[in-house]
């Protein structure tokens, strides 16, 4: 039986968004706004598809990566409670970036 994955069509979206993540930090950084909360969003954007793969490793036959994220959840498991809150900082920062972009300036 073969390993179970996600479509295609999910994983260019997923790597889509992280390299609009990326870019929008650096974009960030260059315009100093939200400097160290996107240097930490840059790495982050780096390292969390890492440590997913490597959380997904141990998932069963027949099962793809987001079905073993939720599951490890469920039991409570803290490498999958670890790449959720990973991926929750990346949301909460974007949030956070574009909520900054668009405020209006009051002087």
């Known amino acids: 039986m073969a390993w179970e994955t996600l479509p295609t069509w999910i994983w260019i979206i997923y790597y889509a968004f992280l390299i609009l993540t990326i870019v929008f930090a650096i974009y960030n950084i260059y315009k100093k706004r939200v400097i160290g909360l996107s240097v930490v969003t840059i790495v982050l954007s780096i390292v969390t598809p890492i440590t997913h793969y490597f959380y997904s490793l141990g998932r069963g036959e027949g099962i793809n990566e987001f079905e ?40």
């Open 68 to 107: 073993h994220l939720l599951q490890g959840l469920q039991q409570g498991d803290l490498w999958g409670i670890f790449v959720t809150v990973l991926y929750l900082y990346i949301l909460f920062w974007w949030g956070f970036a574009l909520f900054n972009q668009f405020k209006k300036k009051s002087y």
